[in-house]
T-cell receptor, first 113, second 111 residues
Framework: SQTIHQWPATLVQPVGSPLSLECTVE??????LYWYRQAAGRGLQLLFY??????ISSEVPQNLSASRPQDRQFILSSKKLLLSDSGFYLC????????????FGDGTRLSIL | GEDVEQSLFLSVREGDSSVINCTYT??????LYWYKQEPGAGLQLLTY?????DMKQDQRLTVLLNKKDKHLSLRIADTQTGDSAIYFC???????????FGRGTSLIVHP
């Protein structure tokens, strides 16, 4: 069966520090991968998605970036965090075929001080 | 693009049925999903329905789809305190692999 792992679970970082959140998927090949942010208002904001190694689409301009160095690995990064980057970050995967449900990781709670 | 709307809160008594409603705008939506999010956790896929179906039942969960009104509902029978969570409706259309999510309905179950 397929599993998705996301870490760390919680992170407290000072303003201006770098960020690296990692997500890996097991039990499937060529997944579509996604990064979402969920603010206090509960809505999900799609940040990045990827349909293959090295292929990244950005939905929202910001100081975050994403990379996909391997088929089942998706990384969310920042060189300098802002206070507004605080939130709950969720990684998800779906089958390469369209109209398949997304499956989410457990999330990372990021607090910027 | 697709727009998905949900009411923000629902409060029910333990043992009653809960009905969470969702409306969507894209008539070509082919897959509609329900997710559950417990506090501090990710979204868990509960169930999904294809647009060529009117109803889907899975144990205590019943999904009803009214394509004419573009209305989707999730009924939870015999609601328990463990059902307290945020429930998200989502829909995708055509060949898109990116669903549109509603803002979520917070279900509060009280004794």
């Amino acid at each position: 069966s397929q599993t998705i792992h996301q870490w760390p679970a919680t992170l407290v970082q000072p303003v201006g520090s770098p960020l690296s959140l990692e997500c890996t998927v097991e039990g499937t090949s060529n997944p579509n991968l996604y990064w979402y942010r969920q603010a206090a208002g509960r809505g999900l904001q799609l940040l990045f998605y990827s349909v293959g190694i090295g292929q990244i689409s950005s939905e929202v301009p910001q100081n975050l970036s994403a990379s996909r160095p391997q088929d089942r690995q998706f990384i969310l990064s920042s060189k300098k965090l802002l206070l507004s980057d605080s939130g709950f970050y969720l990684c998800a995967w779906s089958s390469l075929m369209g109209n398949q449900p997304q499956h989410f990781g457990d999330g990372t709670r990021l607090s910027i001080l | 693009g697709e727009d998905v709307e949900q009411s923000l809160f629902l409060s029910v008594r333990e043992g009653d049925s809960s009905v969470i409603n969702c409306t969507y705008t894209d008539s070509s939506s082919t897959y509609l999903y329900w997710y559950k999010q417990e506090p501090g956790a990710g979204l868990q896929l509960l169930t999904y329905i294809f647009s060529n179906m009117d109803m889907k039942q899975d144990q205590r969960l019943t999904v009803l789809l009214n394509k004419k009104d573009k209305h989707l509902s999730l009924r939870i029978a015999d609601t328990q305190t463990g059902d307290s969570a945020i429930y998200f409706c989502a829909g995708s259309s055509g060949g898109s692999y990116i669903p549109t999510f509603g803002r979520g309905t917070s279900l509060i179950v009280h004794p």
